[in-house]
């Protein structure tokens, strides 16, 4: 049964430090890899999405990286700011049985002006 | 661009009260999700759809029922509410092909007292 899992549970840095979330999973058997960032009360914001086949993806201050056979993926910030305080989530998309994403339990960030 | 919305935003319930949750999107996706997140927890499934007609249980599916009537529309009805259900409840949707992302809704906080 595929397991994900999320690393800390919540972090806080000062401003301007660059900063790595981490996602780990038990089943190699992916489709894709998908990192979300949700503010309280909030739904969930799509920030980046790694096929199987890709190592990485950027998108401005954001690298996810992926390492099916090792069974991870870390989100890179960089030059972290207060907006970037969320909780952000990582799921994975299992090539068994259904179409679903399953879900870790996130990383609660909160950047320090 | 609406994305996905879902109606109501918070709803307070006495035990063995129903109601539906509604859910609309206008991306013509044929993949619609109910999941509910509790505290601490990552999300959980619900019931989803790959299309018009088609609905299936996930991992929770206990006291709630779907209907996929149109692609545009994905209700969840709770029929015989329980503090079990207490949580907020989050719709998403994407599209057939695997490697794309899902959108979310704003969520619905509900309580049942």
């Known amino acids: 049964k595929q397991e994900v899992t999320q690393i800390p549970a919540a972090l806080s840095v000062p401003e301007g430090e660059n900063l790595v979330l981490n996602c780990s999973f038990t089943d190699s058997a992916i489709y894709n890899l998908q990192w979300f960032r949700q503010d309280p009360g909030k739904g969930l914001t799509s920030l980046l999405l790694?096929?199987?086949?890709?190592r990485e993806q950027t998108s401005g201050r954001l690298n996810a990286s992926l390492d099916k056979s090792s069974g991870r993926s870390t989100l890179y910030i960089a030059a972290s700011q207060p907006g970037d305080s969320a909780t952000y989530l990582c799921?994975?998309?299992?090539?068994?049985?259904?179409?679903?994403?399953?879900f870790g339990t996130g990383t609660r960030l909160k950047v320090l002006a | 661009n609406a994305g996905v919305t879902q109606t109501p935003k918070f709803r307070i319930l006495k035990i063995g009260q129903s109601m539906t949750l509604q859910c609309t999107q206008d991306m013509n996706h044929n993949y619609m999700y109910w999941y509910r997140q509790d505290p601490g927890m990552g999300l959980k499934l619900i019931y989803y759809s790959v299309g018009a007609g088609i609905t299936d249980k996930g991992e929770v599916p206990n006291g709630y029922n779907v209907s996929r009537s149109t692609t545009e529309d994905f209700p969840l009805r709770l029929e015989l509410a329980a503090p079990s259900q207490t949580s907020v409840y989050f719709c998403?949707?994407?599209?057939?092909?695997?490697?794309?992302?899902?959108?979310f809704g704003q969520g619905t906080r509900l309580t049942v007292v």
């Open positions: 799921a994975v998309r299992p090539f068994s049985g259904t179409y679903k994403y399953i």
């Open positions: 790694i096929q199987s086949s890709q």
């Open positions: 998403a949707s994407n599209r057939q092909e695997m490697n794309t992302e899902a959108f």
